[in-house]
């Protein structure tokens, strides 16, 4: 069982629907990353929380410590969201990050 | 503001042939990484490297060696590569303070 799972696996939606993508992880962390990659295949950081809430244009990214749960949400989604979105988490005195196997968004005009 | 470069972008291999992939970052981070990626799993450490001259193992080493004689470089080498070795490879980079991660833009490694 890999230890950061996220869900769902693939998402299509409509273009302008609100998104919503979770992480789950099983021990305690110091950061968790939020990561795009698109259909060319770079990977860009979109957000790294240790708590709260971040909010960048349309996406906010949250995570609850005590329940080890973040979530990754699209408002106003458009086409040129689709990508593949990886969370990754970082362990306390870890300067590695463990990856989740992504989740394939597709939004469709 | 050229970030984290990884060349080749492309390479095709014969099964026993070796490579060496470079990987420069000129944000003078401590930090660096080689992953791989594979279709239904996440990227998968190979090797990375805390410091100029200090390397260490990651979650699937073998088969595969680096360097890092300038801080700036992040070598992958495969001495010989086999077709379990086919895959999208990356390299990241990051300060040791600051743990966001930048990352290239990636090497498809085909192994015949």
């Known amino acids: 069982k890999n230890e950061v799972e996220q869900s769902p696996q693939n998402l299509t939606a409509q273009e302008g629907e609100f998104i919503t993508i979770n992480c789950s992880y099983s021990?305690?962390?110091?950061?968790l990353h939020w990561l795009q990659q698109h259909p060319g295949g770079g990977i860009v950081s979109l957000f790294m929380?240790?708590?709260g809430k971040k909010k960048h244009g349309r996406l906010i990214a949250t995570i609850n410590i005590q329940e080890k749960h973040s979530s990754l949400h699209i408002t106003a989604s458009h086409p040129r969201d689709s990508a593949v979105y990886i969370c990754?988490?970082?362990?306390?005195?870890?300067?590695?990050?463990?990856f989740g196997t992504g989740t394939r968004l597709t939004i469709i005009p | 503001n050229a970030g984290v470069t990884q060349t080749p972008k492309f390479r095709v291999l014969k099964t026993g042939q070796s490579m060496t992939l470079l990987c420069a970052q000129d944000?003078?981070?401590?930090?660096m990484y080689w992953y791989r990626q594979d279709p239904g799993m996440g990227l998968r450490l190979i090797h990375y490297?805390?410091?100029?001259?200090?390397?260490a193992k990651g979650e699937v080493p073998d088969g595969y060696n680096v360097s890092r004689l300038k801080k700036q470089n992040f070598l992958l080498g495969l001495e010989s590569a086999a077709p379990s070795q086919t895959s999208v490879y990356f390299c990241?980079?990051?300060?040791?303070?600051?743990?966001?991660?930048?990352f290239g833009q990636g090497t498809r490694l085909t192994v015949v």
């Open positions: 990241a980079s990051s300060y040791r303070e600051r743990p966001e991660a930048f």
């Open positions: 021990v305690g962390i110091s950061a």
């Open positions: 929380l240790s708590s």
């Open positions: 990754a988490v970082r362990h306390f005195g870890n300067e590695k990050l463990t």
């Open positions: 944000m003078n981070h401590e930090y």
């Open positions: 490297s805390v410091g100029e001259g200090t390397t």
